[in-house]
């Protein structure tokens, strides 16, 4: 592995490409750390392009701790809708509150305060401290460790907490020579632009104090080991419905996709699913009809979802009006959904 020669020109180089460069994000106008943080959240697991216009939408509701803190979850989960893994609205949500209690509505100024709320690890922490704080403290995600790779010919496995931190420890020598506002920035937005899994090298800022680019071996940096394969789940759905109401429920308070309505589903043979459904709920059934089936693909999970339309005789408690109900379902059962239109149920059925 080699090193960084000399820092303060490393950091001003990179700096000068930034401010050059960098591009006109809504979220990187402001200090704001609630903004910071909020967008550092929505790009968990999400593309800038997509999260641009619910980034937009959600300040426009909430645009300071406040009002998000006063707000109802449902509300907060409406806005987050499409944008899956929920469990960053609740997050968000819970970290606002616990900032207007504790904090006096003021978002915390000290590392392992911002550190301390929900959603918040020691990366997003970083980020936040820096860019809104203007702070040194060097924000190390997959993007910087590839970047950094290269750089160095570092051959430890990215995502190792032990190589991040070797990485991380590196850069404070580097960072107190520029803005940490600017400093941070520009490596991710080296990373998201130029030093991409097909590198840009002609115009990085770093290629005469990049190893890899000295010796052509961008190609095998960073090292990354094999992904575990996604557990596969395959669930009957049952879309309960009398007349033109829906049964749902609510899946537990922790776990994946908490607290989010969905219709029934259940992993077992179609018979034992059918039965705990009419168990669970007490149903008297008229009619099962089959919907198809649907895919969903998680970050480390695939669910293959066959879906039943299954009339009711008489109505059970738990029925809604899929139209107008104003909570959150998945994005996953959003396609059982989409499935009901397709098929005309009603109300769609005009
Ligand atoms: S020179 Fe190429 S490989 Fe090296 S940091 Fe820049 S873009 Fe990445």
């Known amino acids: 592995m080699k090193s960084i020669d000399k820092p303060k020109q490393f950091a001003h ?50 645009p300071d701790v406040k009002s998000l803190a006063d707000a109802s979850l449902d509300e907060v989960l409406k806005y987050w809708e499409g944008l899956g893994y929920y469990s960053r609205a609740r997050y968000i949500h819970e970290s606002a509150q616990m900032i207007v209690r504790e904090f006096d509505g003021q978002f915390p100024r000290e590392l392992k ?52 931190r070797h990485i991380e420890s590196i850069l404070d020598n580097v960072i107190v020579h520029e803005r940490p506002s600017d400093f941070t920035q520009a490596l991710m937005e080296l990373g998201a632009l ?33 992904a575990k394969p996604k557990t596969e789940h395959h669930y009957h759905v049952f879309v309960v419905r009398h007349q033109n109401r829906y049964l749902l429920r609510r899946r537990p308070s922790h776990g994946l996709l908490a607290n989010m309505h969905e219709f029934p589903q259940y992993e077992s043979s179609y018979e034992t699913a059918l039965e705990t459904l009419q168990n669970e709920f007490s149903l008297s059934i008229a009619a099962v009809h089959s919907l198809g089936t649907q895919k969903h693909v998680f970050s480390h999970k695939v669910w293959t979802m066959q879906a039943y339309e299954v009339v009711l005789k008489r109505p059970v408690d738990g029925l809604v009006n899929l139209e107008n109900y104003p909570n959150a379902m998945s994005k996953a059962h959003h396609k059982i959904i989409e499935k009901i239109k397709e098929k005309g149920l009603p109300p769609w059925n005009h």
């Open 13 to 62: 180089d990179l700096c000068e490409w930034y401010r050059e460069n960098k591009r006109d994000l809504p979220f990187r106008k402001s200090r704001d750390p609630y903004r910071i943080f909020l967008s550092e959240l929505m790009l968990q697991q999400t593309q800038i392009s997509t999260m641009l216009p619910y980034y937009e939408r959600f300040i426009g509701r909430f």
């Open 113 to 164: 305060t911002i550190e301390s709320l929900k959603g918040v690890g020691r990366y997003t922490a970083r980020a936040i401290h820096s860019i809104a704080y203007d702070e040194p403290s060097v924000a190390v995600d997959g993007n910087v460790m590839r970047v950094m790779s290269r750089v160095l010919l570092f051959d430890g496995e990215i995502k190792q907490t032990k190589n991040m």
């Open 194 to 226: 130029v030093c991409k899994k097909r590198p840009d090298c002609e115009v990085c800022p770093l290629k005469d104090k990049c190893f890899a680019y000295k010796l052509d071996k961008q190609d095998a940096y960073p090292v990354v080991s094999k």
